[in-house]
């Protein structure tokens, strides 16, 4: 037995995406089984429920073939909403028909069971804890979702497109109604929707270059792995790897959230100095504005570092995804399978007479790669020397300022 069936990866969306096919097939086999730890029973016999995974609900609606299934993250309280892809194990015919009719022509006649399973955990369980997440088809209703609710974060595995660009809109009002809705929600879109590919996922690879329209940061994993979850499941690199992603990914929204709620704060104890003072400089005294002007640049120097810095993780691992493929497309060019007889050393000679070789390719992608994340260290080293410089200059005005050094020490 492996992973799957054992443990799971213990990535909660990971996992929340490959069992949601699990409690699809069991609805679609017994549609009339009312006892959920019977369900529970039965879906662990085949991939297990993580143990940092509570089961809350799920749902499955026939006409559409829209289904999935809500986890607690015992570890975050975050509420992981997995949607499910198409299912060939289980109703293959309404699956491949969303595929067809929601994706390709435009339709989108498959998201309203879904916007309805979300509108309910949120009413339940806050919108601000929900996380959408999905394979395949299920991505491209998790990322629907979350541009349709502006979620703070989504998390989709191999997914597929919102739509196809190219399809002519004026097939019928509905296509048209739903991908300007679409374009409408990305535009206003302010969460993160995070991409996981493996290298070699054809669904991705064909709907790239088919003008598939996707949203949000793509990191590709370095696995051939096809399509499915769970080779990436059993393979320890690419869990590690996509845990880093998503931290990373979470520090980026988490120290937004930080900056907002700290000049919230900033902005009360500003209303606090003013009804406390009775004639002074805009309701407060010289030293309070000073203390407010000198948090309000600590609170942003201190978040800015953070974004950069998670920004310069996410960009490394990028980087890494694109120097494997630019290795591996070195690799192809001795590929015997050309029709042509030419030998490996043969056909390295040809292309480097027309420019092509180890440099142009690998060698290129690889220097491009570290210029950026130079850039983007010089950044992070730049908003670090700037918070040096600030906590220097507050604590030379403390130091001449009592009042203003008591502030200081009760903010901690």
Not at 125 to 130: C, P, R, T, V
Not at 364 to 377: G, L, N, Q, T
Request: aromatic share 8%; net charge negative; proline share 3%.
């Amino acid at each position: 037995m492996g992973r799957v069936q054992e443990t799971g990866s213990l990535i909660p969306s990971l996992d929340g995406s490959n069992l949601s096919y699990e409690f699809e097939k069991d609805r679609v086999a017994n549609p009339k089984e009312q006892d959920i730890s019977v369900v529970i029973k039965r879906v662990n016999l085949n991939k297990k429920i993580p143990e940092n995974l509570e089961y809350l609900d799920d749902f499955y609606d026939k006409v559409t073939g829209t289904s999935g299934t809500a986890f607690r993250d015992k570890n975050t309280g975050k509420i992981i909403v997995s949607y499910t892809g198409t299912n060939l194990d289980g109703n293959a015919g309404e699956d491949i028909y969303a595929d067809a009719s929601g994706i390709f022509l435009g339709t989108g006649f498959h998201y309203p069971p879904a916007f309805k399973f979300y509108e309910k955990l949120a009413e339940k369980y806050g919108a601000e804890n929900l996380i959408p997440t999905g394979h395949s088809l299920g991505g491209n209703v998790a990322m629907r979702v979350a541009l349709r609710y502006n979620s703070k974060m989504a998390i989709v595995y191999n997914s597929a497109p919102l739509y196809m660009k190219g399809i002519q809109i004026k097939i019928s009002p509905i296509v048209s109604q739903n991908i300007n809705q679409i374009n409408e929600d990305i535009a206003n879109y302010t969460g993160r929707i995070v991409r996981i590919v493996a290298k070699n996922d054809p669904l991705t690879n064909i709907s790239e270059n088919s003008n598939g329209v996707f949203v949000g940061d793509k990191f590709t994993l370095p696995i051939l792995s096809e399509h499915g979850l769970d080779p990436i499941v059993e393979n320890d690199e690419q869990v590690a790897n996509i845990l880093r992603i998503i931290n990373t990914e979470e520090q980026l929204v988490s120290t937004i959230e930080m900056v907002s709620s700290r000049m919230q704060s900033l902005k009360k104890k500003k209303r606090s100095f003013a009804n406390s003072n009775s004639i002074s400089l805009e309701g407060v005294t010289s030293s309070q504005l000073i203390y407010l002007d000198a948090m309000q640049a600590k609170i942003l120097s201190e978040g800015l570092i953070n974004v950069s810095t998670s920004s310069l993780e996410l960009i490394e691992h990028s980087g890494e995804g694109t120097q494997y493929k630019a290795q591996s497309l070195y690799d192809s060019l001795t590929n015997s399978n050309l029709g042509l007889s030419l030998s490996p050393d043969e056909l390295l000679s040809a292309f480097a007479e027309a420019g092509v070789h180890y440099d142009s390719i690998v060698g290129e992608i690889s220097r491009r790669c570290s210029d950026k994340e130079k850039e983007v260290r010089n950044i992070v080293d730049a908003f670090n020397r700037l918070k040096t410089n600030l906590d220097t200059g507050i604590q030379a005005l403390i130091e001449k300022d009592k009042e203003l050094e008591n502030m200081f020490t009760l903010e901690g």
